[in-house]
């Protein structure tokens, strides 16, 4: 199943967790939309070749969605009778922490086997350096922030960029070092409104013509990206302001390579760590090789960003 928020490159795990199925001759069905899916008996018999070109494909062909009724103990007593009915003996779930969170409550009240594969753009699991889609959506949301340059430096104008992350600050924080943004503001670390008024009065003494200001939708300002436009125009009248919020279209696209050789990696693994008889592991990325920690420690590590990085983007804006 693929849950939460979709992720480019999901289709890709399908296929591999499909194709690595048919390998070793093992059966497989799709669930769709997630654990709403499990709890209904939404099914799909799915073979080698009913994944055939979706490799290349955004969003997820078994659908996604974040279960309420999951939560509760009749969902999951619903979703346990159907993976019964259907004699289904292992679970792939790929997902971010919501999902993961679920899977090891199931586990514990059913002792069902379940491998995680990490798929979200935010970037935020522990237990591996890259989740699914997340450089497809660094690509997407940097090519969109040069775009916005072009105009930004035609009318000598100030910016601030929206990108996702309520929770972490990893696709802006690195779309800003590769879009060059004069400021980067994350949900980790408060860099302070000061700090951001006197980085951008500095940007047009030294004779910047435009100004970029990469906001993570999450970001510890506390303000949200137009507050902080507003809160520039009153404090810096001399700069033209404007917002852009990149949303929903940074989740679309066609997966990257890196994202689909990643998502080819992680099913197979799954699969195999089924077949050993492993349960209640999250397959990751670590120094190129592919690893396993267990959901609840990946839940539990939370995230930590990069502050080498931040330091380079600090040494950027002089
Ligand atoms: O977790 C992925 C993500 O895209 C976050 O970056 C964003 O905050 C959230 O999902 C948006 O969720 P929804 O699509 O449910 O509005």
Redesign the pocket.
Known sequence: MTS??DAPGMNAAIRSVVRACAYYRVSCVGIYRGYEGLIEGDFIELTARSVNNIINKGGTVLKSA?SQEFRTKEGRAKAFEHLQENEIEAMVVIG?DGSFTGAVIFNEEYNFPIIGIPG???NDIFGTSHTLGYDTALNTAVEAIDKIRDTASSHNRLFFVEV???DAGFIALNAGVGAGAEEILIPEEDLGLDRMLESLKKSRRTGKSSSIVVVA?GDKSGKNVYELAQYVEENLPEYDVRVSVLG?MQ?GGSPSCFDRVLASRLGVKSVELLLDGKTNLMVGLKDNEVISTSIAEAIKGGHSINQELLRVSDIMTT
């Open positions: 939460g928020g974040r971010g979200t753009i935010d996702m992350g309520r939708e929903h989740r």
